[in-house]
Protein backbone atom coordinates (compact mmCIF):
# COMPACT_ATOMS: atom_id res chain seq x y z
CA UNK A 1 0.00 0.00 0.00
CA UNK A 2 1.93 3.58 -0.83
CA UNK A 3 2.33 5.93 1.44
CA UNK A 4 0.60 9.27 1.69
CA UNK A 5 1.98 11.91 0.51
CA UNK A 6 3.54 14.50 2.94
CA UNK A 7 1.66 17.73 3.19
CA UNK A 8 1.98 20.83 4.88
CA UNK A 9 -0.47 20.96 8.73
CA UNK A 10 -3.87 22.07 8.46
CA UNK A 11 -6.37 23.27 10.90
CA UNK A 12 -7.68 19.19 10.36
CA UNK A 13 -4.94 17.62 11.55
CA UNK A 14 -4.58 15.37 14.38
CA UNK A 15 -2.76 16.58 17.37
CA UNK A 16 -1.45 13.44 17.59
CA UNK A 17 0.63 13.98 14.43
CA UNK A 18 -0.95 11.12 12.69
CA UNK A 19 -1.19 11.18 8.74
CA UNK A 20 -4.29 12.46 7.35
CA UNK A 21 -5.54 11.18 4.05
CA UNK A 22 -6.82 13.29 1.45
CA UNK A 23 -10.06 11.99 -0.70
CA UNK A 24 -7.64 11.15 -4.13
CA UNK A 25 -5.56 9.89 -2.27
CA UNK A 26 -8.07 7.63 -0.05
CA UNK A 27 -9.73 7.13 -3.53
CA UNK A 28 -6.72 5.93 -5.68
CA UNK A 29 -6.14 3.27 -2.18
CA UNK A 30 -9.29 1.91 -2.74
CA UNK A 31 -9.08 1.84 -6.48
CA UNK A 32 -5.70 -0.44 -6.17
CA UNK A 33 -7.47 -2.32 -4.06
CA UNK A 34 -10.35 -3.34 -5.85
CA UNK A 35 -7.49 -3.90 -9.19
CA UNK A 36 -5.71 -6.49 -6.39
CA UNK A 37 -9.23 -8.41 -5.33
CA UNK A 38 -10.43 -8.27 -8.80
CA UNK A 39 -7.88 -8.50 -11.40
CA UNK A 40 -9.60 -9.74 -13.92
CA UNK A 41 -13.20 -9.45 -15.42
CA UNK A 42 -15.84 -11.31 -13.39
CA UNK A 43 -20.14 -12.63 -14.11
CA UNK A 44 -22.25 -10.86 -12.06
CA UNK A 45 -25.77 -11.34 -11.67
CA UNK A 46 -29.14 -9.01 -10.67
CA UNK A 47 -31.91 -7.11 -12.46
CA UNK A 48 -31.95 -3.84 -14.09
CA UNK A 49 -33.05 -0.53 -13.01
CA UNK A 50 -32.46 2.82 -13.93
CA UNK A 51 -31.29 2.24 -17.01
CA UNK A 52 -30.44 4.97 -19.34
CA UNK A 53 -28.54 5.97 -22.36
CA UNK A 54 -26.36 8.93 -23.00
CA UNK A 55 -23.25 10.41 -24.80
CA UNK A 56 -19.69 11.38 -24.69
CA UNK A 57 -17.19 13.16 -26.01
CA UNK A 58 -15.02 13.57 -23.83
CA UNK A 59 -13.19 13.51 -19.81
CA UNK A 60 -16.09 15.61 -18.56
CA UNK A 61 -19.18 13.86 -20.26
CA UNK A 62 -18.21 10.93 -19.38
CA UNK A 63 -18.93 9.20 -15.90
CA UNK A 64 -15.57 6.70 -15.58
CA UNK A 65 -12.81 6.24 -17.32
CA UNK A 66 -12.46 3.69 -20.04
CA UNK A 67 -10.76 0.16 -19.53
CA UNK A 68 -7.29 1.52 -21.21
CA UNK A 69 -7.29 4.38 -19.18
CA UNK A 70 -8.42 6.59 -21.74
CA UNK A 71 -11.96 8.67 -22.54
CA UNK A 72 -14.53 6.84 -25.16
CA UNK A 73 -16.27 8.67 -27.43
CA UNK A 74 -20.48 7.73 -28.16
CA UNK A 75 -22.99 6.47 -26.01
CA UNK A 76 -22.87 5.17 -23.05
CA UNK A 77 -25.28 3.51 -20.90
CA UNK A 78 -25.49 3.01 -17.33
CA UNK A 79 -27.73 1.49 -14.91
CA UNK A 80 -28.37 -0.16 -11.42
CA UNK A 81 -28.07 -3.85 -11.35
CA UNK A 82 -29.66 -4.76 -7.97
CA UNK A 83 -30.11 -7.53 -5.87
CA UNK A 84 -34.07 -7.72 -5.28
CA UNK A 85 -36.21 -8.17 -2.08
CA UNK A 86 -36.59 -11.37 -1.04
CA UNK A 87 -40.04 -12.85 -3.39
CA UNK A 88 -38.46 -10.96 -6.33
CA UNK A 89 -40.65 -7.95 -5.28
CA UNK A 90 -39.00 -4.88 -7.35
CA UNK A 91 -41.06 -2.84 -6.09
CA UNK A 92 -39.11 -2.98 -1.89
CA UNK A 93 -35.97 -1.47 -1.76
CA UNK A 94 -33.19 -4.07 -2.99
CA UNK A 95 -31.24 -6.01 -1.04
CA UNK A 96 -27.59 -4.62 -2.63
CA UNK A 97 -27.09 -2.47 -5.70
CA UNK A 98 -24.10 -2.35 -7.85
CA UNK A 99 -23.71 0.61 -10.18
CA UNK A 100 -22.78 -0.78 -13.72
CA UNK A 101 -21.43 1.32 -17.34
CA UNK A 102 -21.20 0.28 -20.56
CA UNK A 103 -19.17 2.36 -23.21
CA UNK A 104 -19.78 2.24 -26.88
CA UNK A 105 -17.83 -0.18 -27.90
CA UNK A 106 -18.95 -2.81 -25.16
CA UNK A 107 -22.31 -1.68 -26.29
CA UNK A 108 -21.74 -3.01 -29.66
CA UNK A 109 -20.14 -5.78 -28.55
CA UNK A 110 -23.27 -6.84 -26.61
CA UNK A 111 -25.64 -5.77 -29.03
CA UNK A 112 -24.29 -7.95 -31.76
CA UNK A 113 -24.06 -11.18 -28.80
CA UNK A 114 -28.17 -9.98 -28.33
CA UNK A 115 -28.76 -10.16 -32.16
CA UNK A 116 -26.64 -12.98 -32.11
CA UNK A 117 -29.54 -14.83 -29.89
CA UNK A 118 -32.18 -13.57 -32.09
CA UNK A 119 -32.88 -10.38 -29.90
CA UNK A 120 -35.04 -12.72 -27.48
CA UNK A 121 -33.20 -10.66 -24.91
CA UNK A 122 -33.44 -6.81 -24.27
CA UNK A 123 -31.61 -4.76 -21.53
CA UNK A 124 -34.82 -2.91 -19.96
CA UNK A 125 -35.74 -2.37 -16.48
CA UNK A 126 -36.61 -5.36 -14.58
CA UNK A 127 -34.73 -8.04 -16.80
CA UNK A 128 -32.47 -10.23 -14.89
CA UNK A 129 -29.36 -10.51 -16.44
CA UNK A 130 -25.63 -12.14 -16.27
CA UNK A 131 -23.03 -9.52 -17.45
CA UNK A 132 -19.64 -9.87 -17.50
CA UNK A 133 -17.44 -6.78 -16.87
CA UNK A 134 -14.69 -5.45 -14.63
CA UNK A 135 -14.92 -4.23 -10.92
CA UNK A 136 -13.26 -0.90 -10.45
CA UNK A 137 -13.49 1.97 -8.15
CA UNK A 138 -14.64 5.05 -9.35
CA UNK A 139 -12.93 8.46 -7.58
CA UNK A 140 -15.09 11.13 -9.30
CA UNK A 141 -18.56 9.68 -8.07
CA UNK A 142 -17.01 7.78 -5.26
CA UNK A 143 -18.22 4.57 -5.59
CA UNK A 144 -18.02 0.68 -6.82
CA UNK A 145 -18.87 -0.15 -10.45
CA UNK A 146 -18.85 -2.33 -12.90
CA UNK A 147 -17.57 -1.75 -16.27
CA UNK A 148 -19.47 -3.93 -18.41
CA UNK A 149 -17.96 -5.87 -21.45
CA UNK A 150 -20.41 -8.85 -22.39
CA UNK A 151 -23.69 -10.35 -21.35
CA UNK A 152 -24.99 -13.73 -21.18
CA UNK A 153 -28.50 -14.01 -23.13
CA UNK A 154 -29.10 -17.94 -22.14
CA UNK A 155 -29.03 -17.31 -18.67
CA UNK A 156 -31.73 -15.02 -18.53
CA UNK A 157 -33.74 -16.62 -21.19
CA UNK A 158 -32.83 -20.16 -18.71
CA UNK A 159 -34.34 -18.06 -15.59
CA UNK A 160 -37.43 -16.89 -17.70
CA UNK A 161 -37.97 -20.64 -19.01
CA UNK A 162 -37.47 -21.80 -15.31
CA UNK A 163 -39.20 -19.55 -13.76
CA UNK A 164 -41.73 -19.87 -16.22
CA UNK A 165 -42.51 -23.64 -15.80
CA UNK A 166 -42.45 -23.75 -12.16
CA UNK A 167 -45.28 -20.91 -12.14
CA UNK A 168 -47.34 -23.17 -14.81
CA UNK A 169 -46.85 -26.41 -12.78
CA UNK A 170 -47.63 -24.55 -9.60
CA UNK A 171 -51.11 -22.71 -11.65
CA UNK A 172 -52.11 -26.55 -12.71
CA UNK A 173 -51.94 -27.51 -9.76
CA UNK A 174 -54.06 -25.42 -8.34
CA UNK A 175 -56.40 -25.73 -11.60
CA UNK A 176 -56.22 -22.25 -12.57
CA UNK A 177 -55.23 -23.10 -15.86
CA UNK A 178 -58.16 -25.06 -16.74
CA UNK A 179 -60.68 -22.27 -15.30
CA UNK A 180 -60.92 -19.83 -17.67
CA UNK A 181 -61.50 -22.48 -20.45
CA UNK A 182 -64.48 -23.64 -18.13
CA UNK A 183 -66.15 -20.36 -18.71
CA UNK A 184 -69.27 -20.18 -21.42
CA UNK A 185 -67.62 -18.38 -24.84
CA UNK A 186 -69.65 -14.84 -25.05
CA UNK A 187 -72.41 -15.18 -27.23
CA UNK A 188 -72.58 -12.07 -28.70
CA UNK A 189 -69.23 -10.25 -27.42
CA UNK A 190 -70.39 -6.55 -28.40
CA UNK A 191 -69.39 -5.22 -24.80
CA UNK A 192 -65.52 -5.24 -24.67
CA UNK A 193 -62.64 -4.30 -22.39
CA UNK A 194 -59.37 -3.54 -24.13
CA UNK A 195 -56.29 -3.44 -21.71
CA UNK A 196 -52.97 -2.29 -23.17
CA UNK A 197 -50.90 0.87 -23.42
CA UNK A 198 -52.64 3.96 -24.45
CA UNK A 199 -51.65 5.13 -27.86
CA UNK A 200 -49.21 1.67 -28.77
CA UNK A 201 -49.74 0.24 -32.26
CA UNK A 202 -51.23 -2.64 -30.63
CA UNK A 203 -54.63 -0.98 -29.17
CA UNK A 204 -54.60 1.14 -33.20
CA UNK A 205 -54.62 -2.50 -34.55
CA UNK A 206 -57.37 -3.66 -32.38
CA UNK A 207 -59.44 -0.40 -32.41
CA UNK A 208 -59.20 -0.22 -36.24
CA UNK A 209 -60.20 -3.92 -36.79
CA UNK A 210 -63.45 -3.52 -34.59
CA UNK A 211 -64.16 0.05 -36.55
CA UNK A 212 -63.56 -1.29 -39.66
CA UNK A 213 -66.24 -4.02 -38.99
CA UNK A 214 -68.99 -1.92 -39.18
CA UNK A 215 -69.96 -3.33 -36.00
CA UNK A 216 -71.67 -1.44 -33.01
CA UNK A 217 -68.86 -2.41 -30.59
CA UNK A 218 -68.74 -0.66 -27.28
CA UNK A 219 -65.23 -0.46 -25.82
CA UNK A 220 -63.88 0.32 -22.29
CA UNK A 221 -60.04 0.69 -22.16
CA UNK A 222 -57.49 0.84 -19.24
CA UNK A 223 -54.39 2.57 -20.00
CA UNK A 224 -51.67 0.41 -18.76
CA UNK A 225 -47.74 -0.32 -18.34
CA UNK A 226 -47.21 -3.45 -20.45
CA UNK A 227 -43.57 -3.44 -19.85
CA UNK A 228 -41.01 -2.59 -16.75
CA UNK A 229 -40.65 -3.72 -13.27
CA UNK A 230 -44.41 -2.18 -12.72
CA UNK A 231 -46.13 -3.72 -15.38
CA UNK A 232 -47.33 -7.02 -13.13
CA UNK A 233 -49.06 -5.01 -11.17
CA UNK A 234 -50.58 -2.08 -13.88
CA UNK A 235 -52.00 -5.13 -15.86
CA UNK A 236 -53.74 -7.14 -13.34
CA UNK A 237 -55.19 -3.12 -12.19
CA UNK A 238 -56.70 -2.73 -15.58
CA UNK A 239 -57.73 -6.32 -16.22
CA UNK A 240 -60.17 -6.13 -13.09
CA UNK A 241 -61.08 -2.27 -13.78
CA UNK A 242 -62.69 -3.32 -17.12
CA UNK A 243 -64.30 -6.65 -15.75
CA UNK A 244 -66.44 -4.31 -13.42
CA UNK A 245 -67.77 -2.65 -16.56
CA UNK A 246 -69.94 -5.71 -17.09
CA UNK A 247 -67.97 -6.55 -20.31
CA UNK A 248 -68.87 -9.56 -22.69
CA UNK A 249 -65.16 -10.22 -22.73
CA UNK A 250 -61.75 -8.72 -22.01
CA UNK A 251 -58.57 -8.17 -24.73
CA UNK A 252 -55.21 -8.30 -22.99
CA UNK A 253 -52.81 -7.33 -26.05
CA UNK A 254 -49.43 -6.36 -26.61
CA UNK A 255 -47.42 -5.65 -29.38
CA UNK A 256 -44.18 -7.80 -30.48
CA UNK A 257 -40.81 -7.48 -28.96
CA UNK A 258 -37.92 -9.64 -27.39
CA UNK A 259 -38.96 -12.31 -24.97
CA UNK A 260 -37.58 -9.91 -21.62
CA UNK A 261 -40.48 -7.46 -23.23
CA UNK A 262 -42.98 -9.58 -22.91
CA UNK A 263 -41.17 -11.36 -19.44
CA UNK A 264 -44.13 -9.21 -17.73
CA UNK A 265 -47.11 -11.69 -19.12
CA UNK A 266 -45.07 -14.26 -17.53
CA UNK A 267 -45.84 -13.12 -13.77
CA UNK A 268 -47.93 -14.68 -11.11
CA UNK A 269 -50.06 -11.62 -10.48
CA UNK A 270 -51.44 -10.95 -14.29
CA UNK A 271 -51.75 -15.16 -14.30
CA UNK A 272 -53.70 -15.61 -10.84
CA UNK A 273 -55.82 -12.04 -11.78
CA UNK A 274 -57.04 -13.68 -15.51
CA UNK A 275 -57.99 -16.67 -13.95
CA UNK A 276 -59.91 -14.97 -11.27
CA UNK A 277 -61.96 -12.99 -13.33
CA UNK A 278 -65.66 -14.59 -14.21
CA UNK A 279 -65.54 -12.25 -18.03
CA UNK A 280 -63.92 -14.66 -20.52
CA UNK A 281 -60.25 -12.71 -21.38
CA UNK A 282 -58.85 -12.98 -24.71
CA UNK A 283 -55.20 -12.50 -25.33
CA UNK A 284 -53.00 -11.32 -28.29
CA UNK A 285 -49.56 -10.63 -26.84
CA UNK A 286 -46.65 -10.22 -29.06
CA UNK A 287 -46.23 -12.74 -32.43
CA UNK A 288 -46.72 -16.03 -34.33
CA UNK A 289 -44.07 -17.83 -32.06
CA UNK A 290 -44.61 -16.00 -28.71
CA UNK A 291 -46.71 -17.93 -25.59
CA UNK A 292 -46.67 -16.01 -22.38
CA UNK A 293 -48.25 -17.37 -19.10
CA UNK A 294 -51.05 -15.55 -19.39
CA UNK A 295 -51.95 -17.24 -22.91
CA UNK A 296 -52.05 -20.35 -21.34
CA UNK A 297 -54.63 -19.35 -18.47
CA UNK A 298 -56.49 -16.89 -20.88
CA UNK A 299 -60.10 -18.50 -22.04
CA UNK A 300 -58.54 -17.87 -25.93
CA UNK A 301 -54.98 -16.87 -26.76
CA UNK A 302 -54.43 -15.39 -30.18
CA UNK A 303 -50.62 -14.72 -32.19
CA UNK A 304 -51.54 -11.56 -32.41
CA UNK A 305 -53.64 -8.16 -31.43
CA UNK A 306 -55.01 -7.92 -34.39
CA UNK A 307 -56.03 -11.53 -34.51
CA UNK A 308 -57.63 -10.76 -31.60
CA UNK A 309 -59.48 -8.65 -32.51
CA UNK A 310 -60.33 -10.66 -35.99
CA UNK A 311 -61.59 -13.59 -33.84
CA UNK A 312 -64.51 -11.08 -31.84
CA UNK A 313 -65.17 -9.44 -34.67
CA UNK A 314 -65.76 -13.47 -36.61
CA UNK A 315 -67.76 -14.22 -33.61
CA UNK A 316 -70.31 -11.64 -33.46
CA UNK A 317 -70.84 -12.29 -37.88
CA UNK A 318 -70.82 -16.08 -37.25
CA UNK A 319 -73.95 -15.41 -35.19
CA UNK A 320 -75.26 -12.80 -36.87
CA UNK A 321 -74.89 -15.48 -39.66
CA UNK A 322 -76.75 -17.91 -37.52
CA UNK A 323 -79.20 -15.53 -37.13
CA UNK A 324 -80.09 -15.23 -40.15
CA UNK A 325 -80.28 -18.79 -40.94
CA UNK A 326 -82.64 -19.51 -38.10
CA UNK A 327 -84.14 -16.96 -39.06
CA UNK A 328 -84.05 -18.67 -43.12
CA UNK A 329 -84.96 -21.67 -41.57
CA UNK A 330 -88.66 -20.88 -39.52
CA UNK A 331 -89.63 -18.66 -43.58
CA UNK A 332 -88.88 -21.95 -45.04
CA UNK A 333 -90.79 -24.00 -42.73
CA UNK A 334 -93.66 -21.22 -42.29
CA UNK A 335 -93.96 -21.38 -45.76
CA UNK A 336 -93.86 -25.37 -46.38
CA UNK A 337 -96.34 -25.32 -43.35
CA UNK A 338 -98.73 -23.03 -45.07
CA UNK A 339 -98.45 -24.97 -47.98
CA UNK A 340 -99.33 -27.88 -46.08
CA UNK A 341 -101.92 -26.48 -44.14
CA UNK A 342 -103.43 -25.11 -47.44
CA UNK A 343 -103.76 -28.57 -48.96
CA UNK A 344 -105.35 -29.67 -45.88
CA UNK A 345 -107.74 -26.96 -45.62
CA UNK A 346 -108.84 -27.54 -49.03
CA UNK A 347 -109.07 -31.41 -48.40
CA UNK A 348 -111.42 -30.31 -45.54
CA UNK A 349 -112.93 -27.85 -47.45
CA UNK A 350 -113.65 -30.84 -50.13
CA UNK A 351 -114.86 -32.98 -47.65
CA UNK A 352 -117.10 -30.55 -45.94
CA UNK A 353 -118.62 -30.11 -49.29
CA UNK A 354 -119.11 -33.54 -49.82
CA UNK A 355 -120.43 -34.43 -46.38
CA UNK A 356 -122.92 -31.31 -46.57
CA UNK A 357 -124.28 -32.31 -50.16
CA UNK A 358 -124.57 -35.31 -48.62
CA UNK A 359 -126.04 -34.56 -45.63
CA UNK A 360 -128.50 -32.00 -47.79
CA UNK A 361 -129.53 -34.92 -49.58
CA UNK A 362 -130.24 -37.16 -46.41
CA UNK A 363 -132.01 -34.09 -44.89
CA UNK A 364 -134.45 -33.42 -48.06
CA UNK A 365 -135.16 -37.39 -47.93
CA UNK A 366 -135.89 -37.16 -44.24
CA UNK A 367 -138.22 -34.54 -45.37
CA UNK A 368 -139.69 -36.19 -47.93
CA UNK A 369 -140.54 -39.00 -46.23
CA UNK A 370 -141.56 -37.15 -42.87
CA UNK A 371 -145.13 -36.34 -43.35
CA UNK A 372 -145.66 -40.38 -44.47
CA UNK A 373 -144.16 -41.14 -41.02
CA UNK A 374 -145.79 -38.38 -39.34
CA UNK A 375 -149.11 -39.71 -40.29
CA UNK A 376 -147.88 -43.24 -39.69
CA UNK A 377 -146.92 -41.92 -35.93
CA UNK A 378 -149.99 -40.38 -35.22
CA UNK A 379 -152.37 -42.97 -36.91
CA UNK A 380 -150.34 -45.64 -34.39
CA UNK A 381 -150.27 -42.76 -31.49
CA UNK A 382 -153.90 -42.89 -31.80
CA UNK A 383 -154.64 -46.74 -32.29
CA UNK A 384 -152.69 -46.56 -29.13
CA UNK A 385 -154.63 -44.27 -27.38
CA UNK A 386 -157.71 -45.90 -28.15
CA UNK A 387 -156.58 -49.46 -27.19
CA UNK A 388 -155.59 -47.47 -23.90
CA UNK A 389 -158.70 -45.85 -23.84
CA UNK A 390 -160.45 -49.03 -24.11
CA UNK A 391 -158.74 -50.33 -21.81
CA UNK A 392 -159.13 -47.88 -19.46
CA UNK A 393 -162.89 -47.69 -19.64
CA UNK A 394 -162.81 -51.60 -19.60
CA UNK A 395 -161.10 -50.95 -16.26
CA UNK A 396 -163.89 -48.37 -15.17
CA UNK A 397 -166.51 -50.35 -16.19
CA UNK A 398 -165.67 -53.22 -14.37
CA UNK A 399 -165.02 -51.24 -11.44
CA UNK A 400 -168.07 -49.69 -11.77
CA UNK A 401 -169.97 -53.39 -11.70
CA UNK A 402 -167.59 -54.49 -8.75
CA UNK A 403 -169.05 -51.46 -7.06
CA UNK A 404 -171.92 -51.69 -7.83
CA UNK A 405 -172.44 -55.03 -7.17
CA UNK A 406 -170.61 -54.01 -3.59
CA UNK A 407 -172.78 -51.35 -3.33
CA UNK A 408 -176.11 -53.25 -3.87
CA UNK A 409 -174.94 -55.98 -1.33
CA UNK A 410 -174.65 -53.04 1.00
CA UNK A 411 -178.08 -51.77 -0.65
CA UNK A 412 -179.71 -55.00 0.27
CA UNK A 413 -178.28 -55.07 3.80
CA UNK A 414 -178.99 -51.62 4.31
CA UNK A 415 -182.99 -52.04 2.70
CA UNK A 416 -183.44 -54.50 5.64
CA UNK A 417 -181.92 -52.13 8.03
CA UNK A 418 -184.12 -49.67 6.67
CA UNK A 419 -187.20 -51.67 6.54
CA UNK A 420 -186.52 -51.13 10.82
CA UNK A 421 -186.09 -47.17 10.13
CA UNK A 422 -187.80 -44.36 9.85
CA UNK A 423 -188.69 -43.29 5.88
CA UNK A 424 -186.26 -40.40 6.67
CA UNK A 425 -183.48 -42.88 6.58
CA UNK A 426 -184.90 -44.30 3.39
CA UNK A 427 -184.93 -41.35 1.72
CA UNK A 428 -181.50 -40.12 2.75
CA UNK A 429 -180.30 -43.66 1.59
CA UNK A 430 -181.91 -43.11 -1.62
CA UNK A 431 -180.15 -39.90 -1.65
CA UNK A 432 -176.98 -41.50 -1.68
CA UNK A 433 -177.60 -43.91 -4.15
CA UNK A 434 -178.49 -41.91 -6.85
CA UNK A 435 -175.44 -39.85 -6.00
CA UNK A 436 -173.18 -42.57 -6.50
CA UNK A 437 -174.43 -44.10 -9.67
CA UNK A 438 -173.86 -40.07 -10.86
CA UNK A 439 -170.17 -40.52 -10.01
CA UNK A 440 -170.00 -43.75 -11.57
CA UNK A 441 -171.53 -41.85 -14.54
CA UNK A 442 -169.08 -39.49 -14.71
CA UNK A 443 -165.91 -41.69 -14.34
CA UNK A 444 -167.04 -43.52 -17.85
CA UNK A 445 -164.78 -41.82 -20.58
CA UNK A 446 -167.30 -42.50 -23.02
CA UNK A 447 -169.58 -40.39 -21.21
CA UNK A 448 -167.07 -37.65 -20.78
CA UNK A 449 -165.95 -37.38 -24.14
CA UNK A 450 -169.75 -37.25 -25.28
CA UNK A 451 -170.24 -34.30 -23.00
CA UNK A 452 -167.66 -32.67 -25.71
CA UNK A 453 -164.11 -33.03 -23.49
CA UNK A 454 -161.73 -34.14 -25.59
CA UNK A 455 -157.89 -34.82 -24.76
CA UNK A 456 -155.07 -33.36 -27.00
CA UNK A 457 -151.19 -34.70 -27.80
CA UNK A 458 -148.37 -33.28 -29.43
CA UNK A 459 -146.75 -35.35 -31.97
CA UNK A 460 -144.62 -37.44 -29.44
CA UNK A 461 -147.93 -38.94 -28.14
CA UNK A 462 -147.65 -36.77 -25.01
CA UNK A 463 -150.64 -35.49 -23.19
CA UNK A 464 -150.73 -32.24 -23.19
CA UNK A 465 -151.54 -30.60 -19.92
CA UNK A 466 -149.98 -26.87 -20.00
CA UNK A 467 -150.54 -24.00 -22.82
CA UNK A 468 -146.50 -23.16 -22.14
CA UNK A 469 -145.89 -26.69 -23.72
CA UNK A 470 -146.17 -26.15 -27.42
CA UNK A 471 -144.97 -23.70 -29.22
CA UNK A 472 -146.01 -22.07 -32.75
CA UNK A 473 -145.94 -24.46 -35.98
CA UNK A 474 -146.26 -27.51 -33.26
CA UNK A 475 -148.20 -29.84 -34.33
CA UNK A 476 -151.68 -31.74 -31.97
CA UNK A 477 -153.63 -34.91 -32.74
CA UNK A 478 -156.84 -34.22 -30.50
CA UNK A 479 -159.35 -37.39 -29.27
CA UNK A 480 -162.84 -36.73 -29.42
CA UNK A 481 -165.85 -39.29 -28.65
CA UNK A 482 -166.22 -39.78 -32.18
CA UNK A 483 -162.78 -39.75 -33.73
CA UNK A 484 -159.23 -37.49 -33.95
CA UNK A 485 -158.73 -34.49 -35.27
CA UNK A 486 -155.13 -33.27 -36.31
CA UNK A 487 -154.63 -29.40 -35.85
CA UNK A 488 -150.94 -26.93 -35.81
CA UNK A 489 -150.60 -24.21 -32.86
CA UNK A 490 -150.64 -20.89 -34.80
CA UNK A 491 -150.92 -19.26 -31.21
CA UNK A 492 -150.39 -20.26 -27.39
CA UNK A 493 -151.61 -18.31 -24.26
CA UNK A 494 -151.23 -19.20 -20.96
CA UNK A 495 -154.31 -18.52 -18.53
CA UNK A 496 -152.83 -15.12 -17.85
CA UNK A 497 -152.20 -13.79 -20.68
CA UNK A 498 -154.33 -11.17 -22.32
Known amino acids: MPKPRATPPTLWDDPGGEPTWSVTEVAETVAVAMRRAFPEEVWVRGVIRNLSRGRSSGPGDSPAPTRGGGWGSGRI ?3 DLIEPA ?25 NARLAAGGNAVRM ?27 IDPDFTLGRLAADRDRLLRRLDGEGLLARQSELPPPLVPLRLGLVTSAGSAAEHDVLDELRRSGIGFRVFRADVRVQGYDAARSVAWGLEAVARRGVDAVLLVRGGGATTDLASFDSELIARTIAGLDVPVLTGIGHDIDRTIADEVAHEAYKTPTACAQAVVDDVRAFERRTVEVWRDIAVAGRRRLRAEAVRLSAC ?21 RPQRVRRAAGAALDRSARVLERAAGRTSSSARGHLRGRELALAVAGQRLAHRPSRLVAAAAHDLDRLEAQVRALDPARTLARGWSITRDAGGRVLRSAASVAEGDALTTTLADGDVSSTVIEARGAGDG
Open 77 to 79: VWF
Open 86 to 110: PGGDLSKPPLATLAVVMFDDARRQV
Open 124 to 150: VDGTEVRVRGRLGYWPRGGRLQLQMSD
Open 349 to 369: GRHVAVATRQGLAAADRDLAA
